[in-house]
């Protein structure tokens, strides 16, 4: 036996987190390194629910089932009672509970933990571990809601990643995905804000490391080969840290006075190479003895540093690990003997998170909630808040335009005009910058209005249209055949006999055999445009539309034909993919791709190629924030610099104008209660709402003895809006805090309701 400091020795080591499945903590795995130098040593498990399949192994020479964590206080006590009366040393398993005592139980001799300080360095986001590091982190932000969640993801694009800031990290793809990942995090892991973060396409790869009172003992890469389908790692390849590496995790455990296990998971980034940090484990992780088994027991590096006895040098041959199933006896208590006073210890074998580690989270939570009110108070988040007057002006007029009779979807006429300036502002700055002439298209299926196409119009933009009727629309609207531009798989329906001239500004085919067609109308006098052209698949996403010319074979038949067709006059080239679904950085890589596959076409056509046109899918807050200006200006200086021959270059942001341009006016039936939580019933509906690819944020407005006060703006929250169809899915608001006035009779309106939500309406139960 082997003496350390504090009085504790090697008679002894215990271990926490020993849930062994899919979702594995490395308590087995730990045990299992420790056992491979120290054959004799003792090993004693400490848990909180025999449901920890781990348990059932026959290595622990004792099993300590504890209370679970209904009283924090008492359970940590009890924990600390068992490892001081071992006489050994502790490794945590579990994140929280080592950061409980590393609070509750600071610097003890026999807890192998971070010290409290080391904690707050690796909270989630990690951007204080990330600095220590010398790495990026991915693009994130604390989020109270789905809807700044949302605005997140259409900036940066989705997939996007919902994270607790204690635990869980979920992708999530859309909007739905989003709000189901939400509020399934805060519901298991309690009320704190959650974490959204930018989703980066590569390769995951992890550092595991022990340390002493900040000095680093050793450390190894791993890179997964194989994972399971919740994203834990099942096989990897283990080997040294690079030089740069290991000097900047030195850094790291010297800076934080790092004592234990360990665990910085990043991501190579697929494009750059570059290594970005995801976070840091204040724990070994759970495919510990993976590396132990290709020689890097680095539990065994902690424990013999510590307890003062070396450990052997030897390497094995292997270079990598994978995980295998194995069976092993249990003996499962009955419901009348339950192991532990825990609830969570009489559940079936495999229940989720068997150590009780949400409870403990949620219990966390309310002693910080609690925490916060013992100090000065400060600014609580309303409940309302006021609207900018400009809103409160144009909601009113909007109102008494259209009267009272709801659900209205109302016309913010106003903002659609200073929209249309705002963009002819932008397009024409673009169009200074690059040297080319750079046009607004509107797509006229994102909302064929009148009021849409008079103020589409009146700016002097271009419509584009994805059949006869629209092209019809736009015409009784006053727009001239000039200014339409003809696209879409569908343009030439609905079928007619005698087929009149087609009169357009450009068309767009997005497959060969259209633009054959095209090309045959327009060879047969059935169709006259100033320019004809192809739209091009993307590069880097999946989508239903375009030309896959990065494909060699269909890229040399589409050169085969654009150089031998009929047509003489100018090409069009066509890219459309949307910013708010991949990104403004991911859009842009996707436009350089389609450039550069104009480049190589021979010089006879690319010659030729005098329209640009870059499609749309903007969110309507990029706008405001300046973003849609850098990216325009961006592409415009791109499309100049890469093909000299084009004189127009066309963006089609119709969503960014007509989202905001309307509102869905709804009256309140009925105001319920359930539990803490309140629901509101209004008169609209997903009827009038379909669109269900953003957040529609709402406002109320009282009324009472015909007297309407001023709109307030509805705050994040627990309550709900219910719409009036008696289905299921009829929730327009999931994530609100309703005013403790509000009331049967008051209204409600809905933003950003001018798009899909308008053109893709219906009748029901009306």
């Not at 998170?353 to 400060?378: N, T």
Request: aromatic content about 6%.
């Amino acid at each position: 036996m082997c003496q350390g400091h504090g009085g504790y020795s090697m008679r002894c080591v215990l271990l926490s987190g020993w849930q062994s499945d899919l979702d594995p903590s490395p308590g087995l795995g730990t045990a299992r390194s420790l056992l491979a130098e120290w054959p004799a040593l003792r090993i004693e498990a400490v848990d909180y629910s025999a449901a920890c399949s781990g348990l059932h192994v026959a290595i622990p020479a004792a099993v300590h089932l504890l209370p679970g964590w209904d009283d924090i206080d008492a359970a940590a006590d009890t924990l600390v009672e068992v490892i001081e009366r071992s006489g050994g040393y502790f490794l945590s398993g579990l994140d929280l509970e080592a950061q409980l005592l590393a609070e509750r139980a600071p610097a003890h001799p026999a807890m192998l933990l971070p010290p409290r300080d080391a904690f707050r360095a690796v909270r989630k986001p990690a951007t204080e571990a990330a600095e220590l590091l010398g790495m990026p982190a991915p693009r994130h932000r604390p989020a109270t809601s789905t809807e700044e969640a949302a605005r997140f993801a259409a900036r940066h694009g989705w997939p996007v990643w919902v994270k607790g800031v204690r635990h869980q990290a979920r992708a999530v793809g859309d909007l739905t995905s989003l709000r189901c990942a939400f509020q399934q995090i805060r519901d298991t892991w309690g009320p704190d804000d959650v974490l959204v973060q930018e989703h980066l396409d590569g390769s995951e790869e992890s550092f595991a490391f022990a340390a002493l009172h900040g000095r680093l003992l050793g450390a190894c890469h791993m890179v997964k080969t194989a994972v399971t389908a919740q994203g834990k790692t099942w096989a990897g390849r283990v080997g040294p840290v690079p030089a740069p590496i290991m000097k900047a995790m030195r850094a790291f455990v010297d800076a934080t006075a790092w004592t234990g296990g360990g665990e910085i998971e990043t991501i190579r980034h697929r494009r750059t190479g570059e290594l970005h940090l995801l976070e840091v484990n204040p724990r070994f992780p759970a495919w510990i003895h993976g590396a132990s088994l290709t020689g890097f027991n680095l539990p065994a590096e902690l424990v013999g540093a510590v307890a003062g006895r070396p450990v052997s040098a030897r390497r094995p041959a292997a270079n990598a690990f994978v995980r295998v199933t194995s069976e092993v006896p249990m003996l499962v208590p009955s419901e009348t003997e339950g192991t532990s006073p825990s609830t969570e210890s009489r559940l079936p074998l495999g229940k989720v998170h068997p150590s009780g580690m949400p409870v403990l989270s949620r219990k966390l939570a309310l002693v910080r909630m609690r925490a916060q009110d013992a100090e000065p108070p400060v600014q609580s988040r309303p409940v309302t808040a006021d609207v900018e007057p400009k809103l409160q002006r144009r909601l009113d007029e909007a109102v008494s335009t259209m009267g009272r009779s709801t659900p209205a979807r109302l016309a913010l006429q106003d903002e659609l005009r200073e929209r249309c300036r705002d963009l002819g502002r932008l397009a024409a700055e673009a169009g200074r910058v690059a040297r080319l002439g750079v046009q607004i298209a509107y797509s006229v299926k994102t909302n064929p209005a009148d009021v849409m196409l008079a103020a589409i119009r009146d700016a002097g933009f271009l419509a584009e249209a994805t059949s006869r009727d629209e092209v019809r629309r736009c015409l009784r609207a006053g727009l001239t055949p000039e200014r339409i531009v003809l696209t879409g798989p569908g343009k030439w329906w609905p079928l007619e006999a005698g087929d009149d001239v087609y009169t357009v500004n450009t068309i767009l085919s997005d497959s060969l055999s259209d633009l054959e067609r095209a090309v045959s109308r327009l060879a047969g006098g059935t169709a006259s445009a100033e320019a004809v052209g192809v739209r091009l698949a993307p590069l880097r996403s999946r989508s239903r539309f375009g030309v896959p010319a990065d494909d060699p074979e269909v890229f040399r038949e589409l050169t085969r034909f654009m150089l031998s067709c009929a047509w003489s006059g100018p090409w069009a080239l066509h890219f459309h993919l949307a910013p708010a679904h991949v990104g403004e950085d991911a859009w842009l890589l996707e436009v350089d791709g389609i450039l550069a596959l104009a480049n190589r076409l021979p010089e006879s056509v690319r010659g030729r190629i005098s329209v640009v046109d870059l499609g749309g899918g903007w969110p309507s807050a990029a706008l405001r924030d300046g973003r849609l200006q850098a990216c325009l200006r961006t592409a415009a200086l791109r499309v100049a610099g890469t093909l000299p021959s084009v004189r127009r270059l066309v963006v089609e942001p119709g969503r960014l104008i007509a989202e905001p341009s309307m509102a869905l006016l709804t009256t309140v039936l009925d105001v319920r209660r359930h539990g803490r939580r309140r629901a509101a019933v209004v008169d609209g509906s997903i009827a009038e709402l379909p669109d269900g690819t953003h957040v529609h944020p709402s406002l109320w407005r009282p009324r009472r003895g015909g007297r309407s006060g001023a709109w307030r703006r509805l705050g994040p929250g627990p309550d709900a809006l219910y719409g009036r169809l008696c289905m299921e899915q009829d929730v327009l608001e999931h994530e609100v805090a309703l005013p403790p006035e509000l009331a049967a009779g008051d209204f409600v309106v809905f933003l950003d309701a001018g798009a899909y939500d308008a053109s893709m309406s219906y009748t029901f139960g009306r």
